[in-house]
């Protein structure tokens, strides 16, 4: 079964950049009907979807994010990862990593990692 | 940019009572594809629903979801009480752009 694991600092200094990487296990990341991708969630708050992957390299860039995310994809070793530069107290939140479904009319997160808490500070 | 109004915040309900909650885009995206997920306190979100109407694996069929344009629904016929939780609208379009909605909490009355 397919499974997704976040990894990557839980504190991060202002300024600094947020650097967090998915390892997907139980299948191939080089699948062309998938993308891969990171969603936030602030304490208390909604989701928000960052960025995402496939496995040539074609991305997706949230445009309130664009400027400070660089997605990346190693099919190598079957992860892809995140960073978020010049990171403020407004990150702080739960980050997710998952997979996204893109064929036909599937256009979903199918499944998700377990999350890991980043803290700005 | 699309913005994904839910509503209500929070619905109040008890066990086998049927909920209905509603998601509106502020326009009609090109080629939107409307989704919702499930998430419990501490939990990852679920997908219940892609396409506006078809259940994801292993979803039961209590959860079913409509709707087009900009006005979606997702319809829980009876409440069992795994499902109080919060549930997300969440749209695709192809500009591209992936938006969700703020959330709506289905609550034990």
């Known amino acids: 079964q397919l499974q997704l694991q976040e990894s990557g600092p839980g504190l991060v200094k202002p300024s600094e950049t947020l650097s967090l990487t998915c390892t997907v296990s139980g299948g191939s990341i080089s699948n062309s009907d998938h993308y891969w991708g990171w969603v936030r969630q602030p304490p208390g708050k909604g989701l928000e979807c960052i960025a995402s992957?496939?496995?040539?390299?074609?991305?997706y860039n949230s445009p309130s994010l664009k400027s400070r995310v660089t997605i990346s994809v190693d099919t190598s070793k079957n992860q892809f990862s995140l960073n978020l530069s010049s990171v403020t107290a407004a990150d702080t939140a739960v980050y997710y990593c998952?997979?996204?479904?893109?064929?036909?009319?599937?256009?979903?997160?199918?499944?998700w990692g377990q999350g890991t808490v980043v803290t700005v500070s | 940019e699309i913005v994904l109004t839910q509503s209500p915040g929070t619905l109040s309900l008890s066990p086998g009572e049927r909920a209905t909650l509603s998601c509106r885009a502020s326009q009609s995206g090109r080629g939107s594809y409307l989704a919702w997920y499930q998430q419990k306190l501490g939990q990852a979100p679920r997908l219940l629903i892609y396409d506006t109407s078809s259940r994801a694996t292993g979803i039961p069929d209590r959860f079913s979801g409509s709707g087009s344009g900009t006005d979606f629904t997702l319809t829980i016929s009876r409440l069992e009480p795994e499902d109080f939780a919060v549930y997300y609208c969440q749209l695709y379009d192809n500009s591209p752009a992936v938006t969700f909605g703020g959330g709506t909490t289905v609550e034990i009355k």
């Open positions: 998952a997979r996204w479904v893109s064929r036909g009319n599937w256009k979903a997160f199918d499944m």
């Open positions: 992957i496939n496995y040539s390299g074609t991305t």
